[in-house]
């Protein structure tokens, strides 16, 4: 708070209360307006901190419900990262079959290029013996005459005759196993291949399939990165949502603790003004006292007063501090409260024979507001406008914190300035102002607002 604003605020109570004496006494003004400004700047003040407080609660209520959003996400986020290396491993496990498959048809597809190579050797030592078959098949049946003549003479004997020819049936009968086994090696040969390409494709539909599961993973592991993204943007607006809340939550407690810091800067210069005041008031206590008694007797005498008895009377102050305003007469008849849609912001203390009766001060202080002017002491159904409606009044300042005030007095006994003793007369009962009838107004003051006065004293 900047040294101007304070010096604004403290100049305001001063003007209120304390140092406002001469402009009061000058011109007495209504005691129902009468406001401590710097004390309603502190209620304000600690109105200002509750609600900064009530926000810093929903803050923090708020911090904590996105805190368990936050949970929340990082749980999916988890449970997301869980599901990603199960699947994962799925994956792995695909691909470590795609490969053996990958393997097995390379393999397969080597077999089958191998039995191709025999095939086609196979298929070329038939074709070249099927060609010379041809040419001795030929050979033989153009000289298949002479030959046989040349057998029979060209041979030794009979026997030496017969073993030629069975020389060459049997070269006949070996160029036809020799075709017939190399068919059934080409046929064998045929068969493989067809089993060879029948389990390549059996294989490669197989890899089709485990490519197919290894595609469904993947959009799974994408599917659950993409949660796992949106997850992630959660809880990283969640955090900024709770940094934000942080951060204004922050600024609100700095907040209160200027406002404290400021409050306790009034306090504490309106008690030390106070403190001034009093010390000043002090100084002079001797001749003002011996001059209100002077003032209070004539005035007494003047209105057809007929007390005469002491100007000071024992206390028995309470547990607060304070003694009852009128010695002897203990009858309240309203208290303090709403009535008549109104706060009456006091007691009333009223029983017979009060009328003229001695108002004593509650509490020792000095008076800083009082009117004396009011004429008309008598009951009515009004205000007739005197002292703000109390009629003739006195206020006294007790420290920076407590103040009184005594109303519808029919005359003071003080002036402003005087600094008077707890139990000292200041005045005398009556019914000036808006009275109905011979009664005290009694209110207490705390740090500038009215309380009920029978929580700080008692008949």
Not at 7 to 36: E, H, R
Not at 37 to 64: F, R
Not at 167 to 183: F, G, K, P, Q, S
Request: negative net charge; proline residues 2%.
């Amino acid at each position: 708070m900047s040294k101007l604003n304070l010096t604004k605020k403290v100049l305001a109570f001063i003007c209120c209360s304390v140092l406002s004496v001469g402009i009061i006494a000058a011109n007495p003004a209504s005691t129902d307006n009468y406001q401590d400004v710097s004390a309603l700047t502190m209620q304000e003040i600690e109105e200002q901190k509750k609600a900064n407080s009530d926000k810093i609660a929903a803050l923090e209520g708020q911090i904590s419900d996105l805190e368990g959003d936050k949970g929340f996400e990082e749980e999916q986020q988890s449970y997301l990262n869980e599901q990603i290396g199960y699947i994962q491993e799925n994956i792995n496990l695909l691909n470590a079959e795609l490969e053996s498959i990958g393997a097995d048809i390379t393999a397969t597809q080597n077999n089958i290029n191998s039995l191709d190579t025999d095939i086609k050797n196979q298929q070329e030592e038939i074709d070249e013996n099927i060609e010379l078959f041809k040419q001795r098949l030929c050979a033989m049946y153009i000289n298949s005459n002479e030959t046989s003549a040349s057998v029979v003479l060209g041979s030794s004997s009979f026997y030496d005759v017969m073993s030629r020819v069975q020389m060459i049936n049997r070269v006949a009968e070996y160029d036809d196993e020799l075709i017939n086994n190399i068919l059934g090696e080409i046929d064998e040969l045929e068969t493989s291949k067809k089993d060879l390409e029948t389990e390549k494709l059996s294989l490669q539909m197989k890899l089709e399939n485990q490519e197919k599961r290894k595609e469904e993973k993947a959009a799974e592991v994408a599917s659950l990165n993409e949660k796992l993204q949106q997850t992630q943007s959660e809880i990283d607006r969640i955090a900024r949502a709770q940094q934000d809340l942080e951060r204004e939550k922050a600024d609100i407690e700095a907040d209160n603790a200027k406002l404290e810091a400021e409050r306790k800067e009034i306090e504490a210069e309106i008690q030390r003004q106070a403190a001034e005041a009093q010390r000043r008031y002090e100084e002079s206590l001797r001749q003002q006292q011996a001059a209100a008694q002077q003032q209070a007797q004539s005035q007494n005498q003047n209105q057809g007063e007929s007390y005469s008895g002491p100007m000071n009377f024992s206390v028995d102050p309470s547990a607060a501090g304070f003694s009852w305003p009128v010695p002897g007469h203990s009858g309240i008849s309203s208290t303090y409260g709403y009535r008549w849609g109104t706060l009456h912001a006091g007691i009333d203390i009223s029983d017979g024979g009060i009328m003229g009766a001695p108002v004593c001060a509650a509490r020792a202080g000095t008076v800083i507001r009082m009117n004396n002017s009011c004429t008309h002491n008598y009951p009515k159904s009004y205000g007739c406008g005197c002292g703000g409606n109390y009629g003739n009044y006195v206020m006294i300042a007790h420290d920076g914190t407590y103040s009184t005030l005594y109303g519808h007095l029919t005359s003071a006994a003080v002036s402003v300035g005087d600094y008077v003793e707890a139990g000292q007369v200041i005045g005398y009962a009556g019914t000036t102002g808006w009275s109905t009838g011979p009664h005290v107004h009694f209110e207490v003051y705390v740090n500038g607002g009215r309380v009920d006065p029978l929580g700080y004293v008692s008949p």
